[in-house]
Each structure stands twice: as structure tokens, then as C-alpha cells.
């Protein structure tokens, strides 16, 4: 019988557990407030309708960042934890990370040069200001982007 009412005490215990905010949440946020600000500062709906599509594609490459970065932490407690891990797995989880990482960057430079031909020079520095708070505000909730 204490067996079984140290577990219901567990189980509320669990069950009453806050989870700590994901940190894309700071991400999430300054996204919709640069759609908001796109929305706000793009003149004509067709080249609006394009930014907000590459503000889109931020969003998707910063979630896949974010799930990426979780799981390579993840295999790394692992190989960590592994005594037998030889340098050659470390090498290869790390070289893979880092491909993965690099192709992203290249994929976030894409997007910047489609949007700079999207928009003009005054919106381009009226949308970098409020780019520039949101990471701000961002790093200031710590985001790890």
C-alpha cells in the first residue's frame, strides 16, 4: 500500500511539473514581430507576400537548427557517456554537425540576398533595425540563436 501511494505522489509530482519554455520561443517571437514589421513597411502586397514567404523559411531554418542542435547535444551525453568511444566518433559527430550547420548558413545567406533584391534600400535598413532588436531581445531571453 505505500508502495502504491509513494507512486500516486510521484505521478502528481510529475504531472504538476512546469516544463521549462523551449528557448525558440525568444526566436519565435522576433520572428512574428519582423512579419509584423514586413507587413507594415513593404509597399505593394505581391513583393510583401515574397518577404513574408523568405520570413517563412527563417522560421523553418531556425527550428530545424533548434531540433538539430538538440539532437547532436543528445548523441554527444551519449558517446560521452560511452567509455569505448574512440576519437573517430567524436570526429564524425562533430564533422556531421558542422556540415549540417554550414549548409544552413548557406541556406540563411540565400535568403538574405533573395530578400535584398526584394526590397528597397530604406526598407532593407528600416527591416535590419528591428532585425537587430529582435536578436537583441532574443539573446537577452536566452535563445541559443
Known amino acids: 500500500m505505500r508502495v502504491l501511494a509513494l507512486a500516486f505522489v510521484l505521478v502528481l509530482a510529475a504531472c504538476s511539473h512546469k516544463p521549462k519554455p523551449s528557448s525558440l520561443v525568444p ?17 505593394g502586397p505581391e513583393r510583401e507576400k515574397q518577404v513574408a514567404a523568405l520570413v517563412d523559411e527563417l522560421e523553418q531554418l531556425t527550428i530545424a537548427a533548434h531540433a538539430d542542435f538538440k539532437a547532436h547535444a543528445a548523441a554527444l551525453r551519449t558517446l560521452n557517456a560511452n567509455y569505448d568511444a574512440t576519437q573517430a566518433e567524436f570526429s564524425k559527430l562533430f564533422g556531421d554537425f558542422n556540415a549540417r550547420r554550414a549548409a544552413r548558413q548557406a541556406r540563411s545567406i540565400d535568403i538574405n540576398q533573395r530578400a535584398k533584391a526584394l526590397v528597397s534600400v ?21 535563445s541559443e540563436f
Do not use: Q, Y
Open 27 to 43: 526566436a519565435e517571437g522576433a520572428l512574428n514581430d519582423l512579419r509584423a514589421a514586413v507587413a507594415r513597411e513593404i509597399k
Open 122 to 142: 530604406e526598407e532593407w535598413r528600416t527591416l535590419s533595425r528591428l532585425r537587430e532588436k529582435a536578436v537583441r531581445d532574443a539573446d537577452a531571453a536566452g
